[in-house]
């Protein structure tokens, strides 16, 4: 390879040293030069946020050092020229000192799996740089950029809260009155304790780049990567020059554009242009007339322009900087805002742009500069349009860009709609423009821009009068260009965001109109707009949640080193929050080691006719290509090949694998190979076509009681309905990983996996290769999230990698991208039961009927058992006499699904639920009344036969109505609800029965390995793995109430196949459950046997007792059992019970919600650790949400996932978490079955998340009952923007309608 041109140095500072960067090899492709674990990479668009760093720069607009927040993984290298970098290592260590910010959020219990938490304190640390007391606002800002599966909860809230300049209204609310004061308790960790943030600790700005600041370099600098050559001038006439030189070379600044397209849609540019140092692009002017931004201000830096100017100018000045303002603050997160420029976002031209529309309709003018001179362009449709008149030439750049003051008698909104309130590309937004003539309410002009729907705009002459609204709708839907196949699809619902924006507007004008007129003429003419429609025009605010914890503290006479029902914080919460704790990826580079990417299918059904990849080993470093026949042992299951051959079932499936010196070279070699296919008949990818086709996995699985036909014909009504549950992506925040490295002897491997099943991957590789399982030992040091999805396939990546890794003879690492995993691994199945109910006047059901299909994908995988599963809990905790269910898993040709966090049962029990409602409308009752109603009320046994009393479902559900004021609040809501016609409130209660483990006695089994040293510590091995949910942290209090020692005596290193064998998975919340009865086992087999020592030495200490020590195993479990042929068993250990309630408020106009509250009360019994319990409840709770209002899989007809980046795929955000969020462990609660008699409470939660579909529901049913709507809709979660907005039908919705069937 020929050596590069000699590049300039490129002077940046990484945690207060100097880097010195070799770039031959790190351009672009990498985020930072220096090997920092702490910063993980979890998306690489940055849209997930665990990536955050702090880059501090002389800001040449404020004139001081800004520290910003950015995502390392958008940033590339060459653009921190001059900069400070500080990443999460570089402010505190468990070595030296924490910084508070990492103290509070590992103490007050806010990490879980740990993954993004680097990410979430370099957000805080950054803000509390800038603002050592912020603001409730700052705060909420600074952490609204990132995405959380499971671990937006309260503690995290409350580690923000304790660094606010005034305290949250929350903070001071006194504990809610409980049972007697000695028993329950609300607090989690002791605030007291942490340390002060001191400001004057931090790191300074390196003096080097001060001066460097101060002194500017006037040289163009150059820096040559492999394919890619860096070119900054420091001046503007260089640049123009530059860009005359290579007109075809984009500017680049943020690379929030640039950057994403160039990973995803594989766009290269040879020369990329940095403005980054040029005055001229950063400088902002005002005139009389305006503002002028420079291009190359961040969007961050327009903020505070803007906030500044409106704070001075009056009001009539400042509309469109106002509508500018409210958009920036919702427009992606605070680190993209940070990085991305005004430049970059207006040549970018999204159709989703949010700043653009607003622009066009305030008359900005683009500040075009190029060698030959400068001109001045209208941002306007045209140039959205690209139209080449009204556009840049190649040899152009955008200096800066005018935006005109707003005058007396125009006013200026914005609108956007997106899947969720922050974070979010919009479906729609808008911007509209009136001018009226002076004095009057006759409108001279009226622009109105949308993005993502095309542009429009409207010129009016008329009064501002409804007639006005009515016709500006219909020429709306004319002139919007919104055909059927508009990208993005949800046609109907965009067109009816466009006349809705206009309505909101009207209605805001409208408002502000009246007061100016009345002041110069009769207002008569306008009556007021009644108090139920001034709802339409309050947006949600977003709010810090807030809540209160509670739980049983332990008996008082507990001895206080026993750990055990104490909220001791996550063992490796610390290192969490450092970075220092170690995933998979984190593993440093081995000696030889390669790197592999999967090859997948592009077709959902096809034959494989033939796969070429001779150019693909042309390539510099790329080694090999695996396919099917490198397989020595077995490849997969006949009906799931770990590696395809002949033919292919769906698309994602994996067809072969490249392995190469460097990613960046396998994934190039990636796109050179090149498979032809044929595709076959059928492609079936629904339920209904499943149905159709006969296409199943497995037989129907039935439970039936009582005589189902008989009861029909002897109720008094009957309801059938339909419900639809959308799949759900895993979206554990660090992909599937795996590192294999063979060793030298005895054909041994040694295997490092993100998994929650290493013996299933140790005894998948051993088939593969066809090597003994002795040989294979698979580590787990700790998960960075698992919810089901790394049970099964981290077994399959496991195997392939290891067939590379023998065929190369050296170690391979296999890391998904996110977009390749989302792709890949199938999630959640998505459920279509249909239901029959029969029920008496008063509420009581007689006999139900439902039958459910999953969407299985295109292997069976656990699509059987979720089947089973989803039968088994159908029922939650009503006793109907008459039942039948029946479940069948559908064969499409999607990637297969897979386990998930709940097992069926959240889907399944949607089902279940939606017929309470049903029933509650045709009876005309509420319906927690039909839930009471219907609800198990003594000793009884399931519809599979098994005993079970209902006590403590009935405690809590009581208890949860008590502490949410279910009552009164529900009467709250219905006087909301009459008050207001746009906004209306809904409420739900909903009770949970739900089991616990596997339906057979060998899933319920595990084991432990107890080492005592002479030093007296002590070594716990057991077979659950540490995903998150604080397994480790619980075995360790389990071993020391055991052997009655502290904690600190203790340690755990990983779990391994070596130390503990043959394990089952960890999952179905069993994990603390049973590994905690083997580890206490074997304390308590060592303890006896050092019974003789401590007899003869009682006064001697642990380190005197343990001068003999041993080790030994011990296998502990519940038995299970169900007998499906005579619909009968034993399959659950226990059940944990629930209940959950939540508020919210639907904006009918735009179909978003707020959600003002829950409450839950779940039945823990005695908590091992109640801090880590809570965290469960509430993780899951949030997932469950997710599932139930903003996660929605999209494919294209051909079967291929659209939605494969946090872009596209929303999960909640801490803005997403209800404003108030409670939680209670139900006191006083006992299960002799489990350790120390606590519950397993993983997954439970997730259904509880369904108490705010159903508060959804409710709020959209008061629509329909007001507006005298049928009360019979399709239930379909998620229940995303779209569908409450339809389902909320009023004048826009017809009109939408009416145009479709007339257009
Ligand atoms: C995670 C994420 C979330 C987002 N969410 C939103 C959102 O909610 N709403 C929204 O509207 N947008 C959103 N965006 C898009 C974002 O606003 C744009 O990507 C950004 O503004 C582009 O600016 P940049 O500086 O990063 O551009 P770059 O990527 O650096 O450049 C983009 C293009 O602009 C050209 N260019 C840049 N400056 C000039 C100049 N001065 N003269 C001529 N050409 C120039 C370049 O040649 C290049 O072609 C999001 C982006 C990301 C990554
Ligand atoms: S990895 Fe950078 S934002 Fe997700």
């Not at 008359?363 to 362009?377: D, F, H, K, V």
């Not at 007129?517 to 947006?539: G, Q, Y």
């Not at 199943?696 to 419900?723: H, R, T, W």
């Amino acid at each position: 390879m020929p050596c590069p041109p000699q590049s300039d140095q490129l002077v940046f500072f990484v945690n207060g040293r100097k880097v010195k960067c070799p770039l031959w090899h790190l351009f672009l492709d990498h985020p930072l030069p220096v090997r920092l674990t702490g910063t993980k990479y979890a998306c690489g668009r940055g849209g997930c946020g665990a990536c955050t760093v702090m880059v501090s720069k002389n800001d040449p607009v404020f004139k001081k050092i800004r520290h910003f927040s950015v995502t390392a993984c958008l940033v590339p290298i060459c653009s921190l020229y001059g900069a400070a970098v500080t990443t999460v290592e570089g402010i505190g260590s468990i070595k030296t000192r924490l910084h508070p910010v990492q103290e509070r959020i590992a103490k007050s219990h806010g990490t879980q799996c740990g993954f993004c938490t680097p990410g979430m304190v370099m957000s805080m640390y950054t803000l509390l740089r800038n603002h050592p007391q912020p603001s409730e606002e700052q705060l909420m800002e600074a952490l609204g950029g990132k995405s959380d599966t499971e671990k937006v909860h309260h503690p995290r809230g409350q580690m923000g809260t304790v660094f606010l300049a005034a305290p949250h209204p929350a903070q001071h609310r006194p504990s809610p009155p409980q049972a007697p004061a000695s028993v329950i308790c609300t607090k989690l960790f002791a605030k007291e304790e942490f340390q002060p943030l001191d400001p004057t600790q931090e790191l300074v700005f390196p003096p080097e780049l001060l001066r460097m600041a101060e002194n500017p370099e006037k040289r163009t600098l150059t820096f040559y990567g492999e394919r890619v050559t860096w070119i900054s001038p420091g001046t503007l006439k260089d640049l123009l020059e530059l860009k005359v030189k290579h007109p075809e070379a984009p500017l680049i600044l943020g690379n929030t554009s640039l950057g994403p397209a160039m990973k995803s849609e594989g766009r290269f540019h040879p020369i990329l242009l940095s403005p980054a140092r040029i005055s001229e692009l950063t400088r902002v002017t005002e005139t009389s007339e305006g503002l002028t931004i420079g291009a190359g201000c961040s969007l961050a830096q327009m903020k505070d322009v803007l906030a500044e100017r409106i704070s001075k100018l009056p009001e009539e000045k400042t509309q469109t900087y106002r509508a500018l303002l409210k958009h920036l603050k919702s427009l992606a997160g605070p680190q993209i805002r940070n990085m991305a420029s005004l430049g970059g976002h207006i040549i970018s031209r999204h159709s989703y742009s949010d700043l653009n529309p607003i622009l066009a309709v305030g008359s900005a003018t683009l500040n075009l500069t190029s060698a030959e001179g400068t001109r001045q362009i209208p941002l306007n449709e045209y140039f959205l349009a690209g139209l080449a008149s009204a556009d840049l030439k190649p040899e152009e750049i955008l200096e800066s860009v005018h935006i005109p003051h707003s005058r007396k008698w125009e006013f200026v909104s914005a609108f956007r709609q997106a899947q969720c309130q922050q974070n979010a590309l919009p479906h729609v937004n808008a911007s509209m423009r009136v001018l009226f003539k002076e004095g009057t309410d006759s409108v001279e002009h009226l622009s109105i821009a949308y993005g993502g729907v095309g542009a429009a705009t409207v010129s009016a002459h008329k009064r501002w009068d409804e007639l006005m609204l009515d016709e500006a709708c219909r020429l709306l839907l004319d002139e919007v260009s919104l055909p059927g196949s508009a990208p993005g699809g949800r046609v109907e619902f965009k067109r009816t965001l466009v006349v809705s924006f206009l309505f909101k507007f009207y209605l805001e004008v409208l408002q502000e109109l009246k007061k100016l007129v009345k002041l110069v003429s009769d207002s008569r003419r306008h009556p007021d707009i009644s108090d139920r429609f001034l709802s339409a025009l309050e947006d949600f605010p977003v709010a810090i949640p807030q809540g209160v914890q509670t739980y049983q503290s332990v008996d008082p006479h507990q001895p206080p080193r026993d750990p055990v029902g104490r909220p001791i914080m996550h063992l490796s919460g610390l290192k969490h929050a450092t970075g220092e704790a170690i995933f998979c990826d984190d593993i440093p580079v081995v000696d030889k080691e390669l790197f592999m990417v999967l090859v997948t299918s592009s077709r959902a059904h096809a034959k494989i006719i033939s796969i070429d990849f001779s150019e693909a080993l042309k390539l510099p470093g790329v080694l090999d290509v695996v396919t099917a026949e490198d397989v020595p042992g077995t490849n997969g299951a006949e009906d799931d090949k770990l590696l395809a051959v002949d033919e292919v079932l769906c698309v994602g499936q994996v067809i072969c694998a490249v392995v190469a010196e460097t990613d960046v070279q396998a994934k190039r070699a990636v796109e050179m190979i090149k498979i032809t296919y044929e595709d076959l008949e059928p492609a079936i990818f629904t339920i209904q076509d499943a149905v159709k086709h006969n296409s199943f996995l497995c037989p129907e699985k039935k439970l039936e009681q009582g005589n189902i036909e008989e009861a029909f014909e002897k109720v008094d009504q009957i309801v059938e309905g339909e419900v639809h549950v959308g799949g759900q992506e895993h979206f554990y925040m660090e992909t599937q990983r795996v590192l294999v490295i063979p060793k030298t002897e005895d054909k041994e491997l040694d295997i490092f996996v993100s998994t929650q099943d290493p013996a299933h991957v140790q005894k998948t590789v051993s088939s593969t290769l066809n090597i003994p399982i002795n040989r294979i030992t698979c580590h787990v040091k700790r998960v960075g999230g698992g919810f089901g999805g790394k049970v099964g396939r981290p077994a399959a990546l496991g195997a392939i990698a290891a067939v590379g890794a023998i065929k190369t003879g050296r170690p391979i690492r296999l890391v998904l991208d996110r977009e390749d995993d989302m792709l890949i691994t199938g999630g959640r199945h998505p459920l279509f039961g249909k239901y029959k109910v029969g029920f008496m006047n008063s509420g009581r059901i007689k006999a139900l009927d439902i039958e459910c299909y999953i969407n299985g994908g295109c292997t069976l995988d656990d699509s059987e058992l979720v089947t089973e599963f989803l039968i088994l809990k159908l029922e939650n905790a009503y006793k109907i006499r008459n039942l039948r269910f029946r479940g069948r898993a559908c064969m499409t040709n999607l990637p297969s699904n897979t386990a998930f966090r709940g097992f069926g049962f959240p889907q399944g029990t949607l089902v279940t639920e939606s017929c309470i409602t049903a029933v509650a409308a045709k009876c005309g009752l509420l319906p927690e009344k039909i839930r009471e109603k219907n609800m198990y009320k003594t000793v009884d046994k399931t519809i599979y036969k098994q005993a079970f009393s209902p006590e403590t479902l009935i405690r809590c559900w009581n208890e949860c109505l008590d502490k949410s004021s279910f009552h009164s609040r529900r009467i709250q809501v219905e006087e909301f609800n009459k008050k207001n016609y746009w906004k209306k409130k809904g409420i739900s209660i909903i009770p949970m029965k739900f089991s616990v483990g596997f339906a057979a006695t060998s899933y319920h089994q595990a084991a432990a390995l107890v080492h005592i040293y002479t030093d007296g510590s002590v070594l716990v091995t057991h077979g659950g793995n540490e995903l998150g949910q604080g397994i480790h942290t619980k075995m360790l209090q389990v071993a020391s109430r055991e052997l009655k020692i502290p904690m600190s005596y203790m340690h755990i290193c990983e779990t391994s196949t070596a130390t503990v064998p043959n394990t089952i998975a960890t999952a179905a919340s069993i994990g603390a459950d049973v590994n905690g009865r083997a580890v206490q086992n074997a304390c308590q087999i060592l303890l006896k046997r050092l019974e003789p020592i401590i007899k003869k030495n009682p006064e001697g200490t642990w380190e005197d007792w343990v001068s003999l020590k041993v080790s030994l195993s011990s296998l502990r479990g519940y038995k299970a059992f169900m007998d499906w042929d005579r619909g009968e068993g034993d399959p659950f250990p226990y059940y944990v019970y629930g209940a959950a309630c939540s508020e919210v408020e639907i904006d009918c106009l735009t179909g978003a919600h707020k959600k003002i509250r829950t409450d839950i009360v779940m039945d823990a019994c005695c908590s091992l650790n109640p801090a880590i319990d809570i965290g469960q409840i509430e993780g899951s709770f949030i997932q469950g949400m997710g599932l139930y209002t903003t996660e929605e899989l999209k494919y294209s007809p051909e079967g291929v996932l659209y939605s494969r980046s946090p872009d596209e795929y929303k999960i909640p955000t801490i803005t997403d978490v209800p404003e108030e969020f409670n939680v209670s462990l139900l006191p006083s609660s006992q299960t002799p079955l489990t350790i120390y008699s606590s519950k397993g409470l993983g997954e439970s939660g997730m259904f509880l998340g369904s108490s705010v579909f159903f508060a959804i529901a409710d709020a959209v049913a008061a629509v329909r009952t007001e507006r005298d709507i049928a009360e019979n809709f399709i239930v379909q979660s998620p229940a995303t923007p779209e569908w409450v907005r339809m389902a909320c039908a009023d004048r826009f919705t017809d009109m939408v309608w009416n145009y479709c069937l007339f257009s």
